[in-house]
């Protein structure tokens, strides 16, 4: 019996500490802005307006894409940031989206552009110095 009681003690518990931990904070602070928007590139439109900007699953393309994933992961002198760049391939454009510093925009481009083929590079990257 004991053991029945202590269980349903800790259930009990568990379930006042869960209470506490999703009750509102009252007098937060509502004048904080939201600057998630500002963290993530704008979708662009190309050059060509009737280029694609999703990713496709055609084996070339995976092929590219993970060959300029290589060649930033390679890049000893690109941040973090620029190593996390998201890569979008399709069989007209190469997409590149995700925060970099002013001086690794040209050299993430310029990578790209190796791998690209006859592929537009697409440059969504967001420039984010500190």
């Known amino acids: 019996m004991r053991g029945k009681l202590s269980a349903v003690g800790g259930l009990a518990g568990l379930m006042a500490i869960a209470a506490a931990i999703t009750m509102p904070v ?23 307006a009737g280029t694609p900007t999703a990713p496709a699953n055609d084996i070339d393309d995976t092929r590219v894409t993970a060959q300029i994933r290589s060649a930033l992961a390679g890049d000893k002198s690109l941040s973090s940031m620029a190593h996390n760049v998201s890569i979008a391939t399709n069989p007209q454009a190469v997409v590149l989206r995700g925060q970099v510093s002013s001086a690794e925009k040209d050299r993430v481009e310029a990578l790209a ?15 984010k110095d500190p």
Request: proline share 3%.
């Open 26 to 48: 009252i007098g937060a602070d509502s004048s904080i802005a939201d600057t998630s928007a500002s963290d993530a590139a704008a979708n662009l439109v190309p050059a060509d």
């Open 113 to 127: 552009s190796q791998y690209a083929g006859t592929r537009q590079v697409v440059s969504q990257l967001l420039v």
